[in-house]
């Protein structure tokens, strides 16, 4: 079946260094990724959705400075969290349309900012 | 962020017992799904739901797409320990289309004790 392959499963970076998250969909095209956020004990929350080749729709409330996101192929999506903040530590979580009906998830980043 | 009201938020049971949960929604959905997610993992689908009134099982998972469309429920009969993880409803609206987002449910932590 499909694969979102999520790279790092978890990062611990200094405040103020950025971080970048990689999606990847090893089996099949992904012309859009959602990205989610999740805060321990709460649900996913949808930051921003890719689409290849063109310029991502970031929810309201979420930083298009602070998390650049680039869709640069069919196959690759990346989320960079820039000048990180303990705040910032989260699940963050990307998911790719497949087929007609269903979605796949990647295995999620745990990022810790120190 | 848009969410879901999901209830109960966390459920303590013993091995063996039947569980149910639900959700709701001020809006309609034309597709609800239900994930399970483990700690430090990304959530995987447990139930597709495609039409309204639709019952769907899956093993000792049952799940049926409220008459209404604004509501669903999950079922897990005879409960197992490896049962035990946080199962997130999330909700579609647009139909015909792969890419729309979902929206998720705020989680039903299960408990289950041998």
């Known amino acids: 079946g499909a694969v979102v392959s999520q790279h790092p499963s978890w990062v611990i970076c200094k405040s103020g260094t950025s971080v970048k998250i990689e999606c990847r969909s090893l089996?099949?095209?992904?012309?859009?990724m959602f990205w989610y956020r999740q805060f321990p004990k709460q649900s996913l929350m949808l930051m921003a959705t890719s689409n290849e080749g063109s310029k991502a729709t970031y929810e309201q409330g979420v930083e298009k400075d602070k998390f650049l996101i680039n869709h640069a192929s069919l196959t690759l999506s990346t989320l960079t969290v820039t000048s990180a903040h303990p705040e910032d530590s989260s699940f963050y979580i990307c998911?790719?349309?497949?087929?007609?009906?269903?979605?796949?998830f990647g295995s999620g980043t745990r990022l810790t900012v120190v | 962020g848009q969410q879901l009201n999901q209830s109960p938020q966390s459920m303590f049971i013993q091995e063996g017992e039947d569980v149910s949960m639900n959700c709701t929604s001020s809006?309609?959905?034309?597709?609800w799904l239900w994930y399970k997610q483990d700690p430090g993992e990304g959530p995987v689908l447990l139930i597709a739901l495609y039409k309204a009134g639709e019952l769907t099982s899956n093993g000792r998972l049952t799940a049926q797409f409220g008459i209404t469309r604004k509501d669903s429920f999950l079922n897990i009969s005879a409960s197992i320990p490896s049962d035990v993880g946080i199962y997130f409803c999330a909700g579609r609206k647009s139909e015909g289309s792969a890419t729309n987002k979902l929206i998720f449910g705020t989680g039903t932590l299960l408990a289950v004790q041998p």
């Open positions: 809006s309609i959905f034309n597709t």
């Open positions: 089996d099949f095209q992904a012309t859009t």
């Open positions: 998911s790719a349309p497949t087929g007609w009906y269903g979605y796949t």
